[in-house]
């Protein structure tokens, strides 16, 4: 008895681990590349769900099945976060580019009280209901104690688009560019390495990262609205942070670690101190662990 | 007058300023086809800074850098992005090392070809003809030029883990995989054994012959410089005090009370 509710809470970890996964690899990605906590990371995640939510409206009425139109709808968002996060960089962080370290923080602060209010105005700040389109399937029967089929869903996703992004960067001719940049910014350029094509790449391929989250956070938890980029955001902050940030195995390591803690503290201690176990761990880690799990401490140049 | 049409570089009153220090005051030089020519002067005299200057690290205050890449119209290339100024056909490696350390050594010479190949994520995934085709091709270059600097036995290895001399053969390479025309070296020979620098010595001439580039290097081992060079410009305080071949530097007063006679490198 005991031990399956463990089981079934290590399992509802996984899930919201992954999720907490994809959308830190967005500030990982590009804190390695540009060494910036994009703070409006969260609100792109939020467009990706508000993007899905109204493409799927709008195709339920047409009448095609739930997983089709799941499946455009986070195309669609998809494009759409991708773009937003191309321009984001575009306008609030690449004009200071050359400016302290602070501007460009407090410019992602600024990008992201704007974006959510943005959203707000343009939509709406209620809690709007976000259709299930992820039929329950008859396989999954057995199971659904523990996982259902939308958490497959989301499991079985995330999996593949982890692997998907370790090839790409492991691999392709952009990849390698990244890590270049990542490792020797200046010296990337000498080689060639159109660098600021490098960081629209990176902001384009996270902001798509954080989108698929959205999508499948939304199909999770039926509802959506304007304000759900902050915690999910600052959740997968923790979660980057506590892998290792610049860190991509890092940073899966550390939603998982972080999703497991949350839903293992709930589960046993109390529900209402769900965050306090997220960032109680994040407090934790950083005494004892100041560079994160995977994280290398920084060397000090002789 | 005749050679004219071989230039490849021109630099032309070049100044660069740092708040109010003048660290190059007005300097000349040029490089033609076919030449290995090396910048020299005492530590501090702006060597460094010239190199930053004409590869697009610094932005100049004043002068003109004006390269003929071969087939095109010369271009100032002031103020230039440091990538676009690779692409045109320029590359250099760093007087510190600075290979990338967390790729392995053939990683290190591919991405020199990233400048030269065009595949895009689609390419990649579709696994397009031209795709696989610049894969083959950029692997094959890549072994080649390790093949050159005697390093392909260690194409795996992670750069981080070489001996030190073999490092800087990897740069050069790194620097040879974006095909310049010119080639700039800052200090190839600092931290090497006798050994190692008359090896470093003839694979600079072999690079030449092999490359079809021109070298332009900055280098304290005067034993390297008066073997390889085939003209001399020599820097003090920002400024240019002397041209020449190997044997008229050497003769040249100015030079001896400023540099040779001030203090003796090996």
């Known amino acids: 008895m005991d031990s399956e509710y463990f089981f079934e809470l290590l399992c509802g970890g996984l899930v919201k681990g992954s999720i907490y996964a994809l959308i830190a690899l967005g500030y990982t990605m590009v804190y390695g590349i540009i060494q910036l906590i994009n703070f409006a990371h969260g609100e792109i995640y939020m467009i990706g769900a508000f993007v899905a939510f109204i493409v799927s409206g709008v195709l339920t009425l047409t009448g095609y099945g739930g997983p089709t139109v799941l499946l455009l709808a986070a195309v669609i968002a998809i494009i759409y976060a991708a773009a937003y996060g191309y321009t984001l960089e575009k306008i609030a962080y690449r004009p200071l580019r050359a400016a302290p370290r602070l501007s460009p923080l407090i410019s992602a602060i600024g990008a992201s009280i704007f974006l959510t209010n943005y959203v707000q105005l343009a939509q709406t700040p209620d809690f709007l209901p976000f259709p299930e389109l992820i039929t329950d399937f008859d396989f999954m029967e057995p199971f659904s104690r523990y996982v259902s089929s939308v958490d497959l869903v989301i499991l079985v996703v995330t999996t593949l688009t982890m692997i998907a992004l370790t090839v790409l960067i492991k691999y392709t001719r952009v990849g390698k560019a990244m890590?270049?940049?990542?490792?020797?910014?200046?010296?990337?350029?000498?080689?060639?390495?159109?660098?600021?094509?490098?960081?629209?790449?990176?902001?384009?391929?996270?902001?798509?990262?954080?989108?698929?989250?959205?999508?499948?956070?939304?199909?999770?938890?039926?509802?959506?609205?304007?304000?759900?980029?902050?915690?999910?955001?600052?959740?997968?902050?923790?979660?980057?942070?506590?892998?290792?940030?610049?860190?991509?195995?890092?940073?899966?390591?550390?939603?998982?670690?972080?999703?497991?803690?949350?839903?293992?503290?709930?589960?046993?201690?109390?529900?209402?101190?769900?965050?306090v176990f997220a960032f109680g761990l994040l407090v934790l880690i950083l005494v004892l662990r100041p560079a994160g799990l995977l994280g290398k401490a920084v060397k000090q140049k002789v | 007058m005749v050679m004219e049409s071989n230039k490849l570089l021109e630099v032309t009153g070049l100044t660069m300023d740092f708040g109010g220090l003048r660290a190059i005051d007005q300097v000349d030089f040029s490089i033609s086809a076919g030449e290995i020519v090396a910048l020299i002067g005492p530590n501090g005299a702006g060597k460094t800074t010239v190199f930053n200057c004409i590869t697009g690290i610094y932005e100049p205050t004043a002068g003109d850098?004006?390269?003929?890449?071969?087939?095109?119209?010369?271009?100032?290339?002031?103020?230039?992005?440091?990538?676009?100024?690779?692409?045109?056909?320029?590359?250099?490696?760093?007087?510190?090392?600075?290979?990338?350390?967390?790729?392995?050594?053939?990683?290190?010479?591919?991405?020199?070809?990233?400048?030269?190949?065009?595949?895009?994520i689609l390419d990649a995934i579709l696994r397009t003809r031209k795709s696989v085709r610049e894969r083959h091709e950029t692997i094959e270059e890549s072994y080649r030029l390790l093949a050159k600097v005697g390093l392909a036995e260690v194409a795996n290895e992670f750069s981080a883990n070489l001996a030190y001399g073999a490092q800087r053969r990897l740069e050069i390479a790194r620097a040879l995989a974006t095909a310049p025309f010119l080639l700039l070296l800052d200090e190839p020979a600092a931290g090497m054994n006798p050994q190692e620098t008359r090896e470093l010595d003839e694979l600079i001439v072999r690079i030449r012959a092999d490359e079809q580039v021109a070298i332009l290097?900055?280098?304290?081992?005067?034993?390297?410089?008066?073997?390889?060079?085939?003209?001399?410009?020599?820097?003090?305080?920002?400024?240019?005090?002397?041209?020449?071949?190997?044997?008229?530097?050497?003769?040249?007063?100015?030079?001896i009370e400023a540099y040779l006679g001030e203090e003796v490198h090996a």
């Open chain 1, 179 to 275: 890590r270049a940049t990542q490792q020797d910014a200046v010296m990337a350029r000498l080689v060639g390495i159109n660098v600021d094509r490098v960081i629209s790449a990176t902001f384009i391929i996270g902001s798509a990262l954080a989108a698929i989250a959205g999508v499948l956070i939304a199909s999770r938890t039926g509802q959506i609205n304007s304000a759900i980029g902050f915690m999910a955001g600052i959740k997968a902050f923790t979660a980057a942070v506590l892998g290792g940030i610049g860190n991509i195995p890092g940073a899966v390591l550390g939603g998982l670690v972080l999703g497991i803690a949350e839903t293992l503290g709930a589960g046993y201690i109390s529900s209402a101190y769900e965050d």
């Open chain 2, 65 to 120: 850098v004006v390269i003929h890449a071969p087939g095109l119209a010369p271009r100032r290339i002031n103020g230039m992005r440091a990538n676009r100024i690779t692409s045109l056909g320029m590359a250099r490696t760093f007087q510190n090392i600075r290979l990338f350390p967390a790729m392995t050594v053939l990683e290190n010479i591919m991405i020199g070809r990233h400048c030269r190949t065009s595949t895009t």
């Open chain 2, 217 to 255: 290097l900055i280098e304290h081992d005067m034993k390297l410089v008066m073997n390889i060079s085939d003209r001399i410009y020599v820097m003090e305080y920002g400024k240019g005090i002397a041209q020449g071949t190997p044997r008229e530097i050497k003769e040249n007063p100015r030079v």
